[in-house]
């Protein structure tokens, strides 16, 4: 057995892996599973928010993405004073090789480069348990930004990559759907840290709802 393999988390992963490549390429009936409203009708005014800009992607990168819909909006907070992008990716199936492209990855292939990594717990307004998000600060040259991010999927949010590729094979198994949905809050750093973590928390809290409405339950 080579070496790596005798790592049990790996062990895991690849058998989960194995797992999901069988269920996506033998399971050949099909998933009927719809956006219960197009992403572009977020709203474009969310606590407080206001959208000041509609971001757009290239072909390249929605070649790339192969998301089924997705959107990228910046919005301004309440005192005017700080911006944020809002990013969400909506894949209707995975089994057919569309998966998200994790942040974990994309963010270093695009020059920034991460000082502080964390899972932290954001309390939703409405829901007993909080949600449980990845939180990185990365910089490249002067620039700064918080990144906070997740996968969503039913109702369920999923911080961890494998956690999230468990339950694709999970739900494929259970309810013969593989949708997701990739959510990613950037702010730029213009103060401090502290200030930027806070921006980012608050916008997610005011997002979580309106876009779960959104997503399919």
Not at 63 to 72: G, N, Q, T, V
Request: aromatic letters at 10%; hydrophobic letters at 40%; one cysteine or more.
């Amino acid at each position: 057995m080579p070496e790596f393999l005798k790592s049990t988390p790996v062990r895991i992963v690849t058998l989960v892996l194995v797992v999901q490549a069988v269920l996506f390429y033998t399971l050949s009936h099909g998933e009927a599973v719809l956006l219960v409203h197009p992403l572009a009708e977020f709203p474009k005014q969310v606590g407080g928010w206001r959208t000041v800009r509609e971001g757009g992607v290239d072909r390249t990168t929605l070649s790339i993405l192969k998301a089924d819909d997705y959107l990228s909006r910046d919005y301004i907070s309440p005192s005017g004073v700080q911006e944020i992008n809002f990013y969400v990716a909506f894949f209707r199936t995975q089994r057919t090789g569309q998966t998200p492209h994790s942040p974990k990855n994309c963010l270093p292939g695009g020059g920034w480069v991460p000082s502080v990594a964390a899972i932290v717990d954001i309390p939703i307004p409405g829901r007993i348990e909080p949600i449980r998000v990845n939180q990185y600060i990365v910089s490249r040259g002067p620039e700064k930004d918080v990144v906070m991010y997740w996968y969503q999927s039913h109702g369920r949010v999923v911080a961890s990559e494998y956690a999230a590729k468990f339950y694709v094979v999970v739900d494929a198994l259970r309810y013969n759907r593989t949708d997701t949905a990739l959510v990613r809050v950037a702010v730029p750093v213009t103060g401090s840290d502290e200030d930027a973590v806070r921006t980012a928390r608050e916008f997610v809290m005011a997002c979580f709802e309106p876009l779960a409405q959104l997503l399919p339950s």
